[in-house]
């Protein structure tokens, strides 16, 4: 079974710009989360979709947002990006999000510069 | 609201020496508690996970933890530590099933392991 795919690896854009960051679940898995991970910040959870709903969602402004399809692939959008965006940015998906083990994909690095 | 504490940002340990990773948690019910390892470039990997039951967890890899609620802390260990065990290791605390995929993370702790 193939693991949780993230592209791209690597990105890099400029002040102002936006991104969009692609998840492909495990197949059968119908819970996708993001976090994002920095030196200083650590890692910190963003939102969850579960059969294309946001269940549950973080602490960040409203630039950041995400979408998922009826395949349970998602993507996440950065809008008006800003240099404390830069980040490993890591999508984890699971069956039903109630509690399993979480599985990582191995993340999108974006620097914005 | 919940919060996780690893006081250790770095240890080094022998090859072959016990190891035992620190871990305190803040949270007003009985939580879901797990500790995940990533290798550099790499995403997460769960080594075990606490929900309820037997306190001591067996994990994958040789670890395992224990869960002590008095002193609220989940504290990884490993008998005999490997060369591959060289990672950065993080604690987390989910809010409880449908939170559970909502983690709060501690700020990790990295194992060097020595020859």
């Known amino acids: 079974k193939a693991g949780v795919t993230q592209t791209p690896r690597y990105l890099i854009k400029t002040r102002g710009q936006q991104v969009t960051l692609s998840c492909s679940p495990i197949s059968g898995h119908r819970s996708v989360s993001w976090y994002q991970q920095t030196p200083g910040q650590g890692l910190q959870f963003l939102f969850e979709?579960?059969?294309?709903?946001?269940?549950n969602k973080g602490n960040f402004p409203g630039r950041f947002s995400g979408r998922q399809f009826s395949n349970s692939r998602s993507e996440m959008n950065v809008s008006t990006l800003e240099l404390g965006d830069s980040a490993l940015y890591l999508c984890?998906?699971?069956?039903?999000?109630?509690?399993?083990?979480?599985?990582f994909g191995s993340g999108t690095q974006l620097s914005v510069l | 609201a919940q919060s996780v504490t690893q006081p250790d940002i770095h240890i080094t340990v022998s090859e072959g020496a016990s190891l035992e990773l620190r871990c305190n948690y803040s949270y007003g019910a009985t939580p879901y508690l797990f500790w995940y390892v990533q290798s550099p470039g790499q995403g997460l990997q769960l080594l075990l996970k606490?929900?309820?039951?037997?306190?001591l967890v067996q994990g994958i890899k040789g670890f395992e933890a224990e869960f002590k609620r008095s002193q609220s802390s989940f504290n990884l260990r490993k008998p005999s530590v490997h060369w591959s065990d060289a990672a950065e290791y993080f604690c987390a605390v989910g809010a409880g099933q449908t939170g559970a995929n909502n983690l709060f993370f501690g700020t990790g702790t990295r194992l060097t392991v020595i020859p």
């Open positions: 984890a998906s699971s069956p039903t999000g109630a509690g399993e083990k979480l599985f």
């Open positions: 979709y579960f059969s294309e709903t946001q269940r």
């Open positions: 606490y929900f309820s039951g037997d306190t």
